[in-house]
């Protein structure tokens, strides 16, 4: 075996082997000892070049130089050292390699193509792309040759290229994620951008030990410095800069720091850079990058202060959005206690947060209160330098008395901006089981000594409130691993007692929450636990009605999560009995929610101690009320036959209210069919479908039918659907398709009007698509509904026409059956030439019989495999042969690649799942080719196409591997 370089030439016969795997260079690397982030860069370089590999690990400085970096060669690739990385299908990346090279594209590519054939590269091309295989290692060979010359080219085209404004940002939010495809994309490459700006950050890396005369460093910090100072103002620089600014920022940490300090006082340009609060498809945000850029900064404890305070500016102007990259976020997990993410001591980070709560006291207090311990806190790592080495190699672990350090003085902090407001006590309360000893008795004896002091009510509400919620807590699971002892819960119960406030609202309010929680703790018996509410409930009611009177309690709802279960405490003991029918009268459905509430409690609780005769009885008192509020009372009885013929009794006002009160839920089998009447007599059939649907084992499906129809005719306004109509829609049809009650027209007439429901939840509408598969007259008349003539002016279409284009448009996306398909799987030949040949007719005398072929084409894609192995079946080979049309072969086409629906892959899976279709239709053009030529060739520009998806997979790949930010 004789080892060849890629200078050499080979035949076809020759091995050739392919490059290492990053991933699993990374791997055996950590496995021998070194270091995991040092692991990545190695096994990223080993993928690169190995003979960059060798001389970047290797420690014998005898490791040879290699050919491009002798006096004689080296100056053609100080352009391409500079540039880093491009891609040749962008007119902007050509331009800016042919102003940095001084000559033409041609003679760099000549150039380049010599250099990246050699046996120790210095460059490699995959795909459109060519990059630098190492820039530390290049620049470390060439540095010697760089002149000033060659740097002031570089500030011309980095000023020229990272000014320039990306065009999708002169278009709407909404519409960003496809500028591509509406031709506003830039000039020059993304691969490009970053790497001009990679260079300056390695610029801005090196001291000027690296070339004593020409100060890298300094060249960075003044590019910098002009690039922002040219673009002040601009929010769309800073945009289009976004995906860059970390490395913008570790080139000239300085310049980027007081170019943002400037910017930040325009506070209309930096909100634009918030853009994530709108529903866009793929939507991002640029403000993402400005964090990253400052948390960058901040693992230099040098820069931590001014970054920090920065963060916090951003935090109180952010407007907020979908998502969770957010400045107060970023600031959280830099200063986290037990993950800090910036090489700062504890001391200087102490005093940064102590010089930011003088700067942003509201935002810093907020912070503070975010880096108290946590039962189940989380931590993530932030974005760090690529060429400074500002942050540690490996994960440092934080000691126990450094995290005890920094929570006191944190806890310490917290106390002296805490004041008397109950907000924020709530707040430091919930951290209060976390706290060490020693912190928890500071809080504790701060508590004591605020109780002494007159504070508001409500303050002292809310302080009380909280403590019992951890009482409450810790009583419920004393058992749990984070439950405290019995006696320090006793200890904080001390203090609780101290802050109970006098007036009702504030002392008994939270007994009506949907989840009150005592201070005694939580009972396990569920049963037993609704009994010791209850009571609870009931005492705190008799004494407000026994020290205040009957107008303290019923000032009592509008201060109440929960009203309902209020009145309902109330209907129960029977306290107000003698004032009941005044508030039934004023409450009863009233427009204020909380009285509405309170009062339909208020019943409900009565029935339930005294029992229905109750409800009978105030039924006679309420004769001269309004029809709604009799409904009201009637709605708390049970869903039967006798409340029905109250109901009935009382009047068509009030039975067309109970029927828009009456839930679907509250109504068992035996009253399905009149309930179903009743919703639709009063017009409410999305009720009467999601009654159906609870009981669709009994429904009849004429009652279906009539529902479905009479849906049709409502607007939402009058009766809106529940979240499961969709659903249940779907359900009714099944039952209907299922039954043999109903003829196969009714039930395809209502398909076709409910067709964007049932293709939203995936139901086939089988009657229509059996109708498409006989009936080429009506597949024809479905394109013409969909698609205008083909000679035919194009016109305004109304409403009805639209509708119908919809409709028709999903049906035929729905349908993926071949006409001729038996039950044994089997495929009727004549039926299926019959079919498309009336189709191709039909269509063609509609005008539409270009599109109409297509169609064709897309529906025998979905045919099933012949008896041969091959596919498609043998019918539909015949169809393609007999009918040679190129329009139905173009749609066959287009469905099969349809028919794939979404691809997820692996980042560096490649073309393999394109390699694997396009074997398997050589694989099926294989066993054709005999019979049917024309399908033949049809199925191999299938493979070819898959083939040359799977090059263009393999190029990304490779990119993805090879470059660690592409």
């Known amino acids: 075996m004789i080892p060849l370089g890629g200078s050499d030439s080979s035949s076809s016969s020759a091995l050739k082997i392919p490059r290492l795997s990053r991933n699993k260079v990374t791997e055996i690397l950590i496995e021998i000892g070194i270091d995991e982030n040092y692991s990545r860069e190695l096994g990223l370089l080993a993928r690169r070049g190995l003979t960059t590999f060798r001389r970047q690990a290797g420690l014998s400085p005898e490791i040879r130089q290699p050919l491009w970096a002798r006096p004689s060669e080296a100056r053609s690739l100080i352009p391409l050292l500079i540039a880093g990385a491009w891609n040749e299908t962008k007119e902007g990346d050509k331009e800016a390699l042919i102003e940095l090279a001084d000559s033409s594209y041609d003679d760099l590519t000549e150039s380049l193509v010599r250099w990246a054939n050699e046996s120790d590269p210095p460059v490699r091309r995959i795909g459109d792309a060519w990059y630098i295989i190492s820039k530390e290692d290049a620049w470390s060979l060439l540095i010697r040759y760089v002149t000033p010359t060659d740097i002031e080219k570089f500030?011309?085209?980095?000023?020229?290229?990272?000014?320039?404004?990306?065009?999708?940002?002169?278009?709407?939010?909404?519409?960003?994620?496809?500028?591509?495809?509406?031709?506003h994309s830039s000039n020059y490459s993304g691969l490009f951008i970053k790497n001009i700006a990679d260079t300056l950050a390695f610029m801005g890396s090196k001291e000027d030990s690296f070339h004593p005369t020409l100060?890298?460093?300094?060249?960075?910090?003044?590019?910098?410095?002009?690039?922002?100072?040219?673009?002040?103002?601009?929010?769309?620089?800073?945009?289009?800069?976004?995906?860059?600014?970390?490395?913008?920022?570790?080139?000239?940490?300085?310049?980027?720091?007081?170019?943002?300090?400037?910017?930040?006082?325009?506070?209309?340009?930096?909100?634009?850079?918030?853009?994530?609060?709108?529903?866009?498809?793929?939507?991002?945000?640029?403000?993402?990058?400005?964090?990253?850029?400052?948390?960058?900064?901040?693992?230099?404890?040098?820069?931590?202060?001014?970054?920090?305070?920065?963060?916090?500016?951003?935090?109180?102007?952010?407007?907020?959005?979908?998502?969770?990259?957010?400045?107060?976020?970023?600031?959280?997990?830099?200063?986290?206690?037990?993950?800090?993410?910036?090489?700062?001591?504890?001391?200087?980070?102490?005093?940064?947060?102590?010089?930011?709560?003088?700067?942003?006291?509201?935002?810093?207090?907020?912070?503070?209160?975010?880096?108290?311990?946590?039962?189940?806190?989380?931590?993530?790592?932030?974005?760090?330098?690529?060429?400074?080495?500002?942050?540690?190699?490996?994960?440092?672990?934080?000691?126990?008395?450094?995290?005890?350090?920094?929570?006191?003085?944190?806890?310490?902090?917290?106390?002296?901006?805490?004041?008397?407001?109950?907000?924020?006590?709530?707040?430091?309360?919930?951290?209060?089981?976390?706290?060490?000893?020693?912190?928890?008795?500071?809080?504790?004896?701060?508590?004591?000594?605020?109780?002494?002091?007159?504070?508001?009510?409500?303050?002292?509400?809310?302080?009380?409130?909280?403590?019992?919620?951890?009482?409450?807590?810790?009583?419920?699971?004393?058992?749990?691993?984070?439950?405290?002892?019995?006696?320090?819960?006793?200890?904080?119960?001390?203090?609780?007692?101290?802050?109970?406030?006098?007036?009702?609202?504030?002392?008994?309010?939270?007994?009506?929450?949907?989840?009150?929680?005592?201070?005694?703790?939580?009972?396990?018996?569920?049963?037993?636990?609704?009994?010791?509410?209850?009571?609870?409930?009931?005492?705190?009611?008799?004494?407000?009605?026994?020290?205040?009177?009957?107008?303290?309690?019923?000032?009592?709802?509008?201060?109440?999560?929960?009203?309902?279960?209020?009145?309902s405490t109330l209907g129960e003991i029977r306290l107000i009995e003698m004032e009941e029918d005044r508030f039934l009268l004023n409450y009863l459905d009233s427009p204020d929610k909380k009285l509405a509430q309170f009062a339909r409690g208020y019943i409900l609780g009565s029935v339930k101690t005294l029992g229905n005769d109750w409800a009978v009885r105030k039924l006679e008192v309420s004769k001269e009320w309004e029809a709604n509020k009799k409904a009201e009372i009637l709605i708390c009885l049970p869903s039967n036959e006798t409340t029905w013929s109250l109901v009935q009794q009382s009047g068509n006002e009030v039975e067309k209210r109970y029927w828009s009160l009456s839930s679907p839920y509250s109504i068992n089998d035996k009253g399905l069919v009149k309930a179903v009447h009743k919703y639709l007599q009063y017009t409410l059939p999305y009720s009467a479908i999601e009654l159906l649907a609870l009981h669709i084992k009994i429904a009849k499906p004429a009652q279906i039918v009539e529902t479905l129809r009479k849906t049709l005719d409502v607007s939402l306004k009058d009766n809106l659907p529940s979240n499961s109509f969709s659903h249940h829609i779907s359900e009714l049809f099944q039952k209907l398709e299922d039954s043999n009650d109903i003829e196969e027209g009714e039930i395809a007439s209502l398909e076709w009007a409910y067709l964007p429901i049932l293709d939203r939840y995936g139901h086939a509408p089988k009657l229509l698509h059996r109708e498409l598969a006989r009936n080429p007259n009506f597949f024809a008349e479905v394109i013409s509904f969909v698609y205008n003539a083909e000679n035919e002016e194009s016109k305004e279409a109304t409403y009805e026409e639209r509708q119908r284009a919809s409709q028709g448009y999903d049906l035929l996306k729905s349908w993926r059956t071949v006409p001729g398909f038996k039950e044994d799987n089997s495929v009727d030949r004549q039926e299926l030439l019959d079919w498309v040949s009336n189709s191709l007719q039909f269509t063609l005398d509609l005008g539409r019989s270009t599109v109409g072929a297509q169609y064709v084409g897309e529906v025998l894609s979905a045919s099933i495999v012949g008896d041969d192995g091959a596919w498609p079946h043998e019918a539909v080979r015949d169809v393609i042969e007999q009918f040679s049309n190129t329009n139905l072969e173009k749609g066959f086409t287009l469905g099969i690649y349809n028919s794939r629906g979404v691809v997820s892959r692996s980042t560096t899976e490649g073309g393999a799942q394109e390699k694997k279709l396009a074997d398997r239709y050589n694989g099926y053009a294989n066993i054709s080719s005999a019979r049917w030529p024309r399908t033949t060739a049809l199925l191999r520009s299938i493979a070819d196409k898959y083939n040359r998806e799977a090059q263009q997979e393999d190029i990304r790949a490779e990119l993805r591997e090879d470059l660690d930010h592409y």
């Open 155 to 183: 500030r011309s085209v980095a000023l020229k290229v990272l000014t320039t404004i990306d065009p999708k940002f002169d278009l709407p939010n909404e519409k960003q994620w496809m500028a591509g495809a509406i031709g």
């Open 215 to 567: 100060s890298l460093r300094t060249h960075a910090s003044t590019i910098i410095y002009e690039l922002f100072n040219s673009s002040k103002g601009s929010w769309q620089v800073w945009s289009t800069l976004s995906s860059v600014l970390p490395l913008l920022a570790e080139a000239a940490p300085t310049q980027f720091l007081q170019a943002l300090e400037d910017e930040i006082l325009n506070e209309e340009a930096i909100l634009k850079l918030f853009n994530d609060q709108k529903d866009a498809m793929f939507s991002s945000s640029p403000h993402t990058g400005l964090l990253w850029a400052l948390e960058t900064l901040a693992w230099n404890p040098e820069y931590l202060g001014r970054a920090s305070i920065l963060l916090a500016r951003l935090s109180k102007l952010d407007p907020g959005g979908k998502l969770t990259n957010r400045p107060n976020n970023s600031l959280r997990e830099i200063f986290l206690t037990w993950n800090p993410q910036t090489s700062a001591s504890v001391d200087q980070r102490l005093q940064i947060l102590e010089v930011l709560l003088k700067r942003e006291p509201n935002i810093t207090w907020d912070l503070l209160c975010r880096l108290l311990p946590q039962f189940h806190g989380v931590g993530h790592n932030t974005s760090k330098p690529k060429w400074r080495d500002w942050a540690p190699d490996h994960k440092r672990n934080v000691l126990v008395a450094e995290y005890d350090k920094i929570t006191h003085e944190i806890v310490k902090l917290l106390l002296t901006e805490v004041g008397d407001s109950g907000e924020r006590w709530d707040e430091i309360i919930k951290a209060l089981p976390m706290l060490s000893l020693e912190d928890f008795d500071v809080v504790l004896n701060e508590l004591n000594r605020l109780s002494a002091i007159d504070i508001g009510s409500e303050d002292k509400a809310l302080i009380w409130n909280a403590l019992r919620k951890e009482i409450s807590r810790h009583r419920s699971f004393p058992d749990a691993d984070w439950a405290l002892p019995e006696k320090i819960v006793d200890s904080i119960e001390e203090v609780f007692h101290k802050f109970e406030p006098q007036e009702p609202a504030p002392r008994y309010s939270w007994l009506f929450s949907n989840r009150p929680e005592l201070p005694e703790g939580r009972e396990v018996d569920w049963e037993e636990r609704g009994k010791k509410l209850h009571e609870v409930r009931a005492n705190a009611l008799n004494n407000i009605y026994e020290r205040f009177g009957i107008e303290e309690v019923i000032d009592l709802i509008t201060n109440v999560e929960h009203p309902f279960q209020l009145g």
